[in-house]
């Protein structure tokens, strides 16, 4: 047996992926090992939405070239690869300034590595594949050899929308999606291999339309429901959503497909119309509050997530308060906030009137102490409730289980390991830092 390493950077869409590669390279005789020593071939699967995320790879990178060099003098050998959207983005720049690099490859590609590795053997060159044959991959991926209670899968990639700060639809191309029949398939043989909860990936997931065998489109919605009808598929979630997608039967489907969780992560990025004009987000604030009362109105215990930016170009105090007010307004689970950084290529990164880092941090700060004070409120209203939890693995603490809420929140309880992979009703006790602790009910 080879052994295989991948590190796995940013978000769910990289992890899924990386699982795929794996699965790919197994027939290879590459078994996957949880360190870069020792392995015969390393893959970075990396991501480019955070700020330096180029540079962090070729330090990576470096110390891999090193390795590479004892291992070669070893007599051994050690292929370096670089997946995921940086190597979209830098293609053969990766080489050029990393030569220890054998093959680059993209996030639209990776179906071809076994056929890349080949290559490289042969040829004792470079191997780069960094084309955009939208969805092809998926036709060429192996069926899951297993899978973890909760597995993701992927349904639609790319992004049109060109928010002006993001660099996804450079990397990750336009928006694509798999055809149901395909993810039914998949989503079987998931469930088969023990998954209880499937979470579809896309970048905007919600954009889903996809191609059906009968030349109909399916919605997003239509698929949750032709999911559900899967045995043993207890749960359905999905991620990530743009506003502008929230279909009106997509919103129903929260109030009648018992599946479908009562959670949705439908990041807004700003509370001010003139930031979130200036980010080409194509909603107001009040269109977002609007929107979130639909969904309210259709599942009324929903827990809601969101992203946000601060510091983005041209952000005046008043902006910012505007963001802390539809926060105050919406309530929020818990969410994901970031300070605006440039990325080269985009049109914000040139924008004039950049904000200060100290402004930015100051911003920051004030926010996350909001959002962490309304997820301890969400967390806390929970207590002494009966909840339907998943189980999904063994806690750190070995004589407890940790599974999840249908709001997403990790509980730990004290039970038997055959719980695992089932639905149990458990009674919330008490919250801690960063999850929820029960009895089995
Ligand atoms: N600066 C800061 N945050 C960003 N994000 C995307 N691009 C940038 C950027 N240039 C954040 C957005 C997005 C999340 C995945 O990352 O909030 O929703
Ligand atoms: Fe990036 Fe905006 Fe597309 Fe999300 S919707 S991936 S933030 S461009």
């Known amino acids: 047996m080879k052994k295989l390493f991948v590190k796995t950077y940013g978000c769910q869409m990289n992890a899924y992926d990386s699982a795929k590669m794996a699965d790919l390279l197994a027939p290879l005789g590459y078994a996957q090992t949880d360190a870069a020593e020792g392995a015969d071939m390393v893959i970075l699967n990396t991501c480019h939405i955070r700020e330096k995320a180029a540079e962090k790879v070729y330090s990576e990178l470096g110390r891999l070239r090193t390795m590479k060099a004892e291992r070669a003098k070893a007599g051994g050998q050690m292929l370096l690869a670089v997946a995921g959207c940086v190597a979209q983005a830098e293609g053969e720049e990766i080489v050029a300034r990393q030569p220890a690099v054998d093959l680059v490859v993209g996030p639209q590609s990776y179906h071809r590595l076994p056929e890349m590795i080949a290559r490289a053997a042969r040829e004792h060159g470079h191997v780069l594949e960094t084309d955009f ?236 102490k909001l959002l962490l004070k309304q997820q301890y409120g969400f967390d806390d209203s929970q207590i002494g409730k009966v909840l339907p939890v998943l189980f999904e693995k063994r806690a750190r603490d070995q004589n407890q289980l940790m599974g999840r809420t249908p709001y997403l929140q990790p509980v730990h309880v004290h039970g038997d390991v055959s719980l695992l992979g089932q639905m149990a009703d458990v009674r919330i006790e008490k919250r801690t830092a960063n999850s929820l602790h029960g009895v089995l009910a």
């Open 133 to 368: 044959p939208a969805l092809e991959k998926f036709d060429s991926l192996p069926a899951p050899a297993q899978s973890g209670v909760s597995a993701f899968l992927t349904v639609q990639e790319g992004c049109d929308k060109f928010c002006t700060f993001c660099v996804v639809p450079y990397t990750r191309g336009s928006e694509e999606s798999r055809p149901p029949q395909a993810i039914l398939r998949e989503a079987r043989q998931l469930a088969e291999k023990g998954a209880r909860e499937i979470v579809l990936l896309g970048q905007n997931v919600n954009a889903y339309d996809g191609p059906s065998s009968d030349n109909k489109r399916w919605s997003l919605a239509k698929l949750c429901d032709a999911l559900a009808g899967i045995e043993g598929l207890h749960r359905i979630r999905y991620t990530t959503s743009h506003p502008r997608d929230m279909g009106d039967d997509l919103i129903a489907a929260h109030g009648e497909n018992p599946k479908l969780m009562p959670y949705l992560h439908l990041p807004v990025q700003s509370g001010s119309d003139a930031v979130l004009e200036a980010m080409n987000r194509q909603h107001t604030a009040d269109d977002y509050r609007r929107l979130i009362d639909r969904i309210r109105k259709a599942r009324p215990d929903i827990a809601l997530t969101s992203d946000f930016i601060v510091g983005f170009p041209g952000e005046s105090d008043n902006d910012f308060q505007a963001t802390l007010r539809l926060i105050e307004d919406i309530g929020y689970a818990t969410a994901f906030s970031f300070k605006y950084s440039k990325r080269p290529g985009t049109p914000a990164s040139t924008m004039r009137k950049q904000i200060a880092d100290e402004v930015k941090v100051a911003r920051l700060g004030e926010l996350q």
